[in-house]
């Protein structure tokens, strides 16, 4: 926790470089005061088939997903921070939206593994 997934339209890997842009997300984390680096998790997933307003159209989506605790205010600045960095990495893509959501801490299970 917490988890950041990157869902973004395939095309735009002729021109994003997403390892690269998923680093940036991770910078963006590390910044943040309300996070710790070691417990963030990023995943990206590129989407062959989908559908916009106007046939061209590209897209670039975050969620976050955050134990809740968080301000409203402390949510915003992370999405506005985001916004921001990869408005500068992806000057062509059309929609880029950042979502932050909270996870019920009650609701909340995983596991994790020693690493050996």
Same mark, same amino acid.
């Given at each position: $926790?917490?988890?950041?997934? !990157? ?14 842009? $998923?680093?940036? &997300?991770?910078?963006?984390? *590390? ?5 710790? !680096?070691?417990? &963030? ?10 559908? $916009?307003?106007?046939? /061209? ?8 997903? =955050? =134990?809740? /605790? ?6 915003? /600045?992370?999405?506005? *921070? ?6 500068? !990495? $992806? ?5 880029? /939206?950042?979502?932050?959501? *909270? ?8 596991? &994790? !593994?020693?690493?050996?």
């Amino acid at each position: $926790m917490p988890h950041f997934v !990157l869902e973004y339209a395939a095309d735009i890997e002729q021109t994003v470089d997403i390892p690269k842009t $998923m680093k940036a &997300v991770q910078d963006v984390a *590390d910044e943040c005061d309300f996070m710790n !680096l070691a417990d &963030v998790k990023i995943r990206a997933k590129a989407f062959d088939h989908y559908l $916009m307003p106007e046939p /061209g159209q590209t897209f670039f989506h975050v969620t976050v997903y =955050l =134990l809740e /605790g968080r301000t409203d205010e402390m949510k915003e /600045g992370l999405a506005i *921070d985001l916004r921001s960095v990869l408005e500068k !990495l $992806m000057p062509t893509v059309t929609s880029i /939206g950042i979502d932050v959501r *909270d996870m019920n801490r009650t609701a909340y299970k995983k596991r &994790v !593994l020693d690493q050996v």
